[in-house]
């Protein structure tokens, strides 16, 4: 489910440039007419957060061809899905909150956002293909695997004004979420996912930078290591009879057999509870100062879109199946070795080979005359 000086300009996250924002909180103070802004000062530990949550994703991703075998990976599987998603989105809410839509903003989010769906949705298109010796089909309208949430930021961002312009964006966002899985909103485009993790992007919309201050309190981090630790045993309880298609916000309540409406909406607000929970727990738990992984936050867009090219080739060549039948320390290693995919997708060499896929370059608009000429 991003954004340090040099690196900062050299390379846009799924995060910020999606937001149009650069990190930090600003200062509200106005420049004299004619000067150079100044870039405002990173605060590290939202840099710290956005990598360590691209680090779950691509964890998440090479834990999932494992449930079905193991309960343990099932149980952490069920613990990271909870909140890793809904606080990323919750990130690029919070980066998002000066959007107004202005012709400038809305460039940088297509070119750092929609063409770089267009650019990925047919490789993955082509790479699941080959890899579940299935025929390439061409198709914009269903995004292929991790393509979904290009473009769930960019209709986020693109709905942003509507939703500071509502009295409780929250309210109705939660409501709008839950609608979408009892009508059992189409897979086009990914609507369905859209609107179900809706709620998390706009909540990051109202937050404050003192709301994140008050996370990084002493008391706050004890209790936040507890609900993780408690997280863990109650997941592996639950781990046999839970049903992980809950946590993707993919499915509506047609998919969930034996599930009613009313049952379907008590799960959901359920979940909305327990992600809250333990996404503040997770972000409490975040570093607030700078770490040696702290400009790695800025290159989240790269282990993003790549990790995934490299996970269904190591599927197609039964990796995750000789885990899978390896045991606890087989599924250790291939948790490590995704830790270390994610770090090797942000050294320079990677980005030198992708950057025209992940930071494509587009041609400035031509500015209009001046009055008079």
Not at 160 to 178: E, F, I, M, N, Y
Not at 221 to 249: C, E, F, H, K, S
Not at 310 to 321: C, D, F, M, N, T
């Amino acid at each position: 489910m991003s954004t340090a000086t040099t690196t900062d300009q050299a390379a846009p996250t799924a995060v910020r440039d999606a937001a149009g924002d650069d990190g930090a909180p600003r200062s509200g103070a106005t420049a004299p007419p004619g000067a150079r802004r100044a870039r405002p000062a990173r605060d590290p530990f939202f840099d710290n957060a956005k990598f360590l949550l691209i680090v779950l994703v691509v964890i998440g991703h090479n834990w999932f061809p494992l449930i079905a075998h193991s309960r343990d990976v099932k149980a952490a599987y069920l613990v990271v899905y909870s909140f890793h998603m809904p606080a990323f989105i919750l990130l690029s809410g919070y980066f998002s909150r000066s959007f107004d839509a202005r012709p400038q903003q809305v460039r940088k989010l297509v070119k750092s956002v929609l063409v770089p769906y267009f650019i990925f949705q047919v490789v993955y298109l082509y790479v699941v293909a080959r890899t579940d010796r299935t025929s390439f089909t061409f198709d914009l309208t269903a995004p292929s695997y991790l393509c979904w949430f290009l473009l769930a930021l960019f209709v986020w961002r693109l709905s942003t004004p509507v939703w500071r312009a509502l009295r409780h964006p929250v309210a109705v966002a939660a409501v709008v979420s839950v609608c979408a899985g009892l009508m059992n909103a189409t897979w086009d485009f990914s609507l369905g996912r859209i609107l179900q993790f809706l709620p998390w992007f706009v909540l990051g919309l109202v937050l404050r930078p003192e709301h994140f201050t008050r996370l990084r309190a002493r008391p706050v981090r004890i209790a936040a290591g507890v609900v993780m630790l408690a997280a863990l045993p109650i997941a592996y309880l639950m781990a046999p009879g839970t049903n992980a298609d809950w946590l993707d916000m993919e499915y509506g309540v047609n998919h969930f057999a034996g599930t009613g409406d009313l049952r379907y909406i008590a799960v959901r607000l359920a979940l909305f509870a327990v992600s809250a929970v333990l996404a503040a727990a997770a972000l409490a738990l975040v570093p607030g100062r700078r770490v040696w992984f702290t400009a790695l936050g800025a290159l989240t867009m790269y282990p993003y879109l790549l990790h995934g090219l490299v996970v269904k080739v190591a599927e197609r060549l039964g990796v995750h199946s000789a885990a899978a039948a390896g045991g606890p320390l087989a599924a250790l290693a291939l948790t490590a070795g995704a830790v270390c995919l994610a770090l090797l997708l942000t050294t320079p060499p990677v980005r030198a080979v992708a950057r025209w896929a992940v930071e494509p370059r587009m041609p400035h608009p031509r500015r209009a005359p001046a009055p008079g000429r």
